[in-house]
Protein backbone atom coordinates (compact mmCIF):
# COMPACT_ATOMS: atom_id res chain seq x y z
CA UNK A 1 0.00 0.00 0.00
CA UNK A 2 1.36 3.90 -0.93
CA UNK A 3 2.65 5.37 2.16
CA UNK A 4 -0.27 8.27 2.87
CA UNK A 5 0.79 11.32 2.00
CA UNK A 6 1.79 13.47 5.22
CA UNK A 7 -0.29 16.73 4.33
CA UNK A 8 -3.26 14.96 2.65
CA UNK A 9 -6.04 17.13 5.05
CA UNK A 10 -5.10 20.33 2.39
CA UNK A 11 -7.53 19.80 0.56
CA UNK A 12 -6.53 17.44 -2.27
CA UNK A 13 -9.25 17.49 -4.60
CA UNK A 14 -7.87 14.06 -6.14
CA UNK A 15 -10.61 11.39 -6.40
CA UNK A 16 -9.89 7.59 -6.12
CA UNK A 17 -11.23 6.37 -9.43
CA UNK A 18 -8.77 5.54 -12.22
CA UNK A 19 -8.61 8.04 -15.13
CA UNK A 20 -9.12 6.93 -18.79
CA UNK A 21 -5.86 7.19 -20.51
CA UNK A 22 -5.22 6.16 -23.97
CA UNK A 23 -1.66 4.77 -24.53
CA UNK A 24 0.28 3.27 -27.60
CA UNK A 25 0.06 -0.45 -26.90
CA UNK A 26 3.28 -1.36 -27.35
CA UNK A 27 4.07 0.48 -24.38
CA UNK A 28 1.88 -1.70 -22.27
CA UNK A 29 4.11 -4.55 -23.37
CA UNK A 30 1.94 -5.85 -26.24
CA UNK A 31 3.93 -7.74 -28.96
CA UNK A 32 3.25 -5.76 -31.79
CA UNK A 33 5.42 -3.68 -32.78
CA UNK A 34 6.65 -4.06 -36.97
CA UNK A 35 8.74 -6.69 -35.80
CA UNK A 36 7.38 -8.84 -33.59
CA UNK A 37 8.63 -7.03 -30.06
CA UNK A 38 7.58 -3.93 -27.39
CA UNK A 39 8.48 -1.37 -25.85
CA UNK A 40 7.10 -2.03 -22.22
CA UNK A 41 7.41 1.11 -20.25
CA UNK A 42 7.58 0.68 -16.68
CA UNK A 43 6.76 3.73 -15.42
CA UNK A 44 3.44 3.44 -17.29
CA UNK A 45 2.49 -0.25 -16.32
CA UNK A 46 4.15 -0.51 -13.04
CA UNK A 47 3.46 3.46 -11.77
CA UNK A 48 0.67 4.99 -13.74
CA UNK A 49 -1.78 2.02 -14.28
CA UNK A 50 -2.35 2.30 -10.44
CA UNK A 51 -4.23 5.73 -11.35
CA UNK A 52 -4.79 5.31 -14.96
CA UNK A 53 -7.11 3.15 -16.60
CA UNK A 54 -5.11 2.43 -19.79
CA UNK A 55 -6.79 1.82 -23.12
CA UNK A 56 -4.10 0.13 -25.04
CA UNK A 57 -4.50 1.12 -29.06
CA UNK A 58 -2.65 0.30 -32.09
CA UNK A 59 -3.41 1.84 -35.03
CA UNK A 60 -1.20 0.21 -37.47
CA UNK A 61 -2.34 -3.66 -35.89
CA UNK A 62 -6.06 -2.27 -36.23
CA UNK A 63 -5.73 -1.18 -39.56
CA UNK A 64 -5.02 -5.02 -40.71
CA UNK A 65 -1.02 -4.27 -41.02
CA UNK A 66 0.07 -8.18 -39.19
CA UNK A 67 3.20 -8.51 -36.82
CA UNK A 68 5.58 -9.01 -37.89
CA UNK A 69 5.13 -6.26 -41.15
CA UNK A 70 6.73 -4.56 -43.52
CA UNK A 71 7.97 -1.54 -41.61
CA UNK A 72 6.53 2.08 -42.47
CA UNK A 73 8.00 5.52 -42.72
CA UNK A 74 6.97 9.36 -43.65
CA UNK A 75 7.93 10.36 -47.04
CA UNK A 76 7.49 13.46 -49.01
CA UNK A 77 8.00 14.08 -52.51
CA UNK A 78 10.64 16.81 -52.04
CA UNK A 79 11.43 19.06 -49.00
CA UNK A 80 8.88 21.96 -49.49
CA UNK A 81 5.82 19.03 -49.71
CA UNK A 82 3.69 18.59 -47.23
CA UNK A 83 1.87 15.99 -48.21
CA UNK A 84 3.46 12.80 -46.29
CA UNK A 85 2.68 9.78 -46.89
CA UNK A 86 2.84 6.63 -44.95
CA UNK A 87 4.64 3.82 -46.94
CA UNK A 88 6.23 0.89 -47.01
CA UNK A 89 10.14 0.76 -46.56
CA UNK A 90 11.24 -1.79 -48.58
CA UNK A 91 8.10 -1.88 -50.49
CA UNK A 92 7.05 1.92 -51.43
CA UNK A 93 3.63 0.45 -52.69
CA UNK A 94 2.18 0.26 -49.47
CA UNK A 95 0.72 3.19 -48.59
CA UNK A 96 -1.61 3.43 -44.80
CA UNK A 97 -1.52 7.00 -44.59
CA UNK A 98 -5.41 7.69 -45.19
CA UNK A 99 -6.09 4.13 -43.17
CA UNK A 100 -4.42 5.83 -40.25
CA UNK A 101 -5.28 8.90 -40.50
CA UNK A 102 -8.97 7.80 -41.10
CA UNK A 103 -8.65 5.36 -37.74
CA UNK A 104 -7.26 8.66 -35.61
CA UNK A 105 -10.17 10.70 -36.85
CA UNK A 106 -12.52 7.82 -35.85
CA UNK A 107 -10.56 7.21 -32.33
CA UNK A 108 -11.01 10.64 -31.20
CA UNK A 109 -14.72 10.48 -32.13
CA UNK A 110 -14.94 6.66 -29.93
CA UNK A 111 -12.74 7.61 -27.18
CA UNK A 112 -14.13 10.68 -26.16
CA UNK A 113 -13.96 9.63 -22.26
CA UNK A 114 -10.06 9.84 -22.43
CA UNK A 115 -8.30 12.71 -20.36
CA UNK A 116 -4.89 12.13 -21.27
CA UNK A 117 -2.77 10.39 -24.15
CA UNK A 118 0.96 9.27 -23.92
CA UNK A 119 2.06 8.09 -27.50
CA UNK A 120 5.22 6.31 -29.01
CA UNK A 121 8.07 8.38 -29.48
CA UNK A 122 9.36 8.15 -33.41
CA UNK A 123 7.05 5.95 -34.79
CA UNK A 124 5.10 7.05 -38.12
CA UNK A 125 1.87 6.19 -36.70
CA UNK A 126 2.09 7.33 -33.30
CA UNK A 127 4.94 10.13 -33.00
CA UNK A 128 4.05 13.60 -31.72
CA UNK A 129 7.55 15.40 -31.92
CA UNK A 130 10.29 14.94 -34.19
CA UNK A 131 9.61 11.70 -36.27
CA UNK A 132 11.40 11.18 -39.45
CA UNK A 133 10.37 12.80 -42.63
CA UNK A 134 12.28 11.44 -45.66
CA UNK A 135 12.46 12.26 -49.50
CA UNK A 136 11.44 9.97 -52.27
CA UNK A 137 15.07 9.39 -52.95
CA UNK A 138 15.34 8.25 -49.24
CA UNK A 139 17.26 10.94 -47.88
CA UNK A 140 15.96 12.09 -44.60
CA UNK A 141 14.55 15.59 -44.71
CA UNK A 142 13.36 17.45 -41.05
CA UNK A 143 10.93 15.32 -38.95
CA UNK A 144 7.35 15.86 -38.57
CA UNK A 145 4.23 14.16 -36.57
CA UNK A 146 2.80 11.00 -37.03
CA UNK A 147 -0.33 10.37 -39.10
CA UNK A 148 -2.84 8.57 -36.49
CA UNK A 149 -1.69 10.87 -33.81
CA UNK A 150 -1.80 13.92 -36.11
CA UNK A 151 -5.34 13.48 -36.88
CA UNK A 152 -6.28 11.90 -33.21
CA UNK A 153 -4.79 15.28 -31.59
CA UNK A 154 -6.32 17.67 -34.58
CA UNK A 155 -9.72 16.16 -33.19
CA UNK A 156 -8.86 16.55 -29.49
CA UNK A 157 -6.53 19.99 -29.62
CA UNK A 158 -7.43 20.11 -25.89
CA UNK A 159 -6.30 16.82 -24.74
CA UNK A 160 -2.99 16.06 -22.57
CA UNK A 161 -0.94 14.32 -24.68
CA UNK A 162 2.70 13.70 -24.73
CA UNK A 163 5.35 10.60 -25.68
CA UNK A 164 6.80 7.94 -23.13
CA UNK A 165 10.25 9.08 -24.41
CA UNK A 166 9.88 12.40 -22.91
CA UNK A 167 8.19 11.36 -19.82
CA UNK A 168 11.72 10.50 -18.46
CA UNK A 169 12.30 14.22 -18.05
CA UNK A 170 11.17 15.45 -14.69
CA UNK A 171 9.73 18.67 -15.69
CA UNK A 172 8.23 17.82 -18.81
CA UNK A 173 6.24 14.51 -16.60
CA UNK A 174 5.25 16.80 -13.72
CA UNK A 175 3.36 19.26 -16.51
CA UNK A 176 1.32 16.11 -18.19
CA UNK A 177 0.27 14.90 -15.14
CA UNK A 178 -1.17 18.13 -13.84
CA UNK A 179 -2.78 18.86 -17.15
CA UNK A 180 -4.58 14.68 -16.86
CA UNK A 181 -5.71 15.64 -13.47
CA UNK A 182 -7.08 19.07 -14.05
CA UNK A 183 -8.85 17.99 -17.60
CA UNK A 184 -10.12 15.29 -15.52
CA UNK A 185 -11.30 17.49 -12.74
CA UNK A 186 -13.11 19.34 -15.72
CA UNK A 187 -15.03 16.37 -16.45
CA UNK A 188 -16.41 15.50 -13.42
CA UNK A 189 -17.84 19.02 -12.90
CA UNK A 190 -18.99 19.36 -16.32
CA UNK A 191 -20.55 16.03 -16.06
CA UNK A 192 -22.32 17.09 -12.64
CA UNK A 193 -23.58 19.77 -14.38
CA UNK A 194 -22.29 23.29 -14.87
CA UNK A 195 -23.87 26.25 -12.70
CA UNK A 196 -22.01 29.84 -12.30
CA UNK A 197 -21.99 29.35 -8.79
CA UNK A 198 -19.77 25.96 -9.27
CA UNK A 199 -17.65 27.75 -12.58
CA UNK A 200 -16.92 30.25 -9.81
CA UNK A 201 -15.89 27.51 -7.04
CA UNK A 202 -14.10 25.60 -9.10
CA UNK A 203 -11.72 28.21 -10.33
CA UNK A 204 -11.24 29.64 -6.66
CA UNK A 205 -9.66 26.03 -6.46
CA UNK A 206 -7.51 26.33 -9.53
CA UNK A 207 -6.34 30.03 -9.05
CA UNK A 208 -2.83 29.52 -7.96
CA UNK A 209 -1.80 26.82 -10.03
CA UNK A 210 -3.05 28.76 -13.23
CA UNK A 211 -1.10 31.69 -11.81
CA UNK A 212 2.45 29.48 -11.94
CA UNK A 213 1.65 28.43 -15.57
CA UNK A 214 0.66 31.72 -17.30
CA UNK A 215 -0.10 35.30 -15.74
CA UNK A 216 -1.49 36.12 -18.97
CA UNK A 217 -4.36 33.23 -18.82
CA UNK A 218 -4.65 33.87 -14.96
CA UNK A 219 -5.28 37.99 -15.53
CA UNK A 220 -7.86 36.61 -18.67
CA UNK A 221 -9.63 33.87 -16.70
CA UNK A 222 -9.92 36.40 -14.00
CA UNK A 223 -11.76 39.13 -16.73
CA UNK A 224 -13.97 36.49 -17.86
CA UNK A 225 -15.65 35.38 -15.12
CA UNK A 226 -16.03 38.70 -13.50
CA UNK A 227 -18.35 38.87 -16.31
CA UNK A 228 -19.76 35.35 -15.87
CA UNK A 229 -23.66 37.17 -15.66
CA UNK A 230 -23.50 38.14 -18.89
CA UNK A 231 -23.38 35.72 -21.90
CA UNK A 232 -24.21 32.30 -22.49
CA UNK A 233 -22.94 29.67 -19.69
CA UNK A 234 -22.51 27.14 -21.79
CA UNK A 235 -20.32 29.46 -24.08
CA UNK A 236 -18.23 30.72 -21.20
CA UNK A 237 -17.45 27.61 -20.04
CA UNK A 238 -15.88 26.38 -23.03
CA UNK A 239 -13.74 29.42 -23.32
CA UNK A 240 -13.15 29.02 -19.66
CA UNK A 241 -11.77 25.26 -20.35
CA UNK A 242 -10.01 26.11 -23.07
CA UNK A 243 -7.87 28.92 -21.31
CA UNK A 244 -7.34 26.43 -18.40
CA UNK A 245 -5.51 23.65 -20.62
CA UNK A 246 -3.86 26.51 -22.38
CA UNK A 247 -2.07 27.86 -19.30
CA UNK A 248 -1.63 24.21 -17.98
CA UNK A 249 0.24 23.51 -20.88
CA UNK A 250 2.95 25.89 -20.25
CA UNK A 251 5.52 24.93 -18.56
CA UNK A 252 5.61 26.64 -14.96
CA UNK A 253 9.13 27.84 -14.41
CA UNK A 254 11.11 28.38 -11.25
CA UNK A 255 10.51 32.09 -11.21
CA UNK A 256 6.96 31.72 -11.45
CA UNK A 257 6.48 28.95 -8.86
CA UNK A 258 8.61 31.15 -6.15
CA UNK A 259 5.99 33.77 -7.24
CA UNK A 260 3.15 31.42 -6.59
CA UNK A 261 4.45 30.32 -3.07
CA UNK A 262 4.93 34.00 -2.11
CA UNK A 263 1.41 34.52 -2.68
CA UNK A 264 0.32 31.57 -0.58
CA UNK A 265 2.87 32.53 2.32
CA UNK A 266 0.88 35.77 2.33
CA UNK A 267 -2.12 33.76 3.89
CA UNK A 268 0.16 32.91 6.79
CA UNK A 269 1.24 36.96 7.46
CA UNK A 270 -0.98 37.44 10.31
CA UNK A 271 -1.05 33.53 11.91
CA UNK A 272 2.74 32.47 12.09
CA UNK A 273 5.87 33.83 14.24
CA UNK A 274 8.09 36.58 12.84
CA UNK A 275 11.02 32.86 13.11
CA UNK A 276 8.70 30.74 11.11
CA UNK A 277 7.87 33.04 8.39
CA UNK A 278 11.44 34.22 8.52
CA UNK A 279 12.45 30.32 7.95
CA UNK A 280 9.47 29.66 4.90
CA UNK A 281 11.18 33.12 2.93
CA UNK A 282 14.13 31.56 3.66
CA UNK A 283 13.43 27.85 1.68
CA UNK A 284 11.51 29.44 -1.15
CA UNK A 285 14.48 31.70 -2.06
CA UNK A 286 16.39 28.36 -1.89
CA UNK A 287 13.58 26.83 -4.21
CA UNK A 288 14.68 30.36 -6.28
CA UNK A 289 18.16 29.96 -6.51
CA UNK A 290 17.75 26.01 -7.39
CA UNK A 291 19.52 24.87 -4.47
CA UNK A 292 16.33 22.90 -3.50
CA UNK A 293 13.62 20.63 -5.14
CA UNK A 294 10.02 22.30 -5.52
CA UNK A 295 8.66 19.67 -2.63
CA UNK A 296 10.47 21.19 0.08
CA UNK A 297 9.09 24.94 0.24
CA UNK A 298 5.55 23.02 -0.64
CA UNK A 299 6.01 20.70 2.57
CA UNK A 300 6.81 23.30 4.71
CA UNK A 301 4.02 25.64 3.42
CA UNK A 302 1.49 23.09 3.90
CA UNK A 303 2.41 21.79 7.21
CA UNK A 304 1.76 25.43 8.23
CA UNK A 305 -1.17 25.64 6.20
CA UNK A 306 -2.81 22.70 7.70
CA UNK A 307 -1.92 23.91 11.24
CA UNK A 308 -4.10 27.19 10.53
CA UNK A 309 -6.55 25.33 8.63
CA UNK A 310 -9.75 26.75 10.04
CA UNK A 311 -8.20 30.47 9.20
CA UNK A 312 -7.31 29.35 5.56
CA UNK A 313 -9.79 27.04 3.95
CA UNK A 314 -9.24 29.32 0.25
CA UNK A 315 -5.64 28.66 0.53
CA UNK A 316 -5.63 25.15 1.65
CA UNK A 317 -8.00 23.98 -0.93
CA UNK A 318 -6.09 25.48 -3.58
CA UNK A 319 -5.37 22.36 -6.34
CA UNK A 320 -1.54 24.12 -6.75
CA UNK A 321 -0.52 22.38 -3.23
CA UNK A 322 -1.74 19.14 -4.45
CA UNK A 323 -2.29 18.87 -8.27
CA UNK A 324 -2.08 15.04 -8.89
CA UNK A 325 -0.93 12.13 -6.20
CA UNK A 326 1.49 12.52 -3.92
CA UNK A 327 2.73 9.46 -4.09
CA UNK A 328 4.29 9.80 -7.11
CA UNK A 329 6.89 12.22 -6.15
CA UNK A 330 6.94 14.48 -9.44
CA UNK A 331 8.03 17.47 -7.22
CA UNK A 332 11.01 15.95 -6.06
CA UNK A 333 13.07 16.51 -9.02
CA UNK A 334 11.95 19.88 -10.24
Known amino acids: MAQQHPFKTTHSTIGSDRIPVGISACLMGQAVRFNGSHKRSRFCTDTLSQYFDFVSICPEVAIGMGTPREP ?19 DSSIDVTDALAEYGARQAQQQQQLCGYIFMQKSPSCGLFGVKRYLANGHPEGSTRGIYADAFCKAHPLLPVEEAGRLNDAALRENFMT ?41 SMGRLLANLREGNLKVLAQDYFVQLMTALAKPASRKMHTNTLMHLQGYLKQLISASDKAELSEIIDQYRQGIIPLVVPLTLLKHHLNRYGESNQYACQQVYLNPH ?7 NAI
Do not use: C
Open 179 to 219: RVFAYHDWQQFQAAGISRKGLISFHSRYKYLVMAHSMLHYK
Open 72 to 90: IRLVSEHAADNNVRAVGVT
Open 325 to 331: PYELGLR
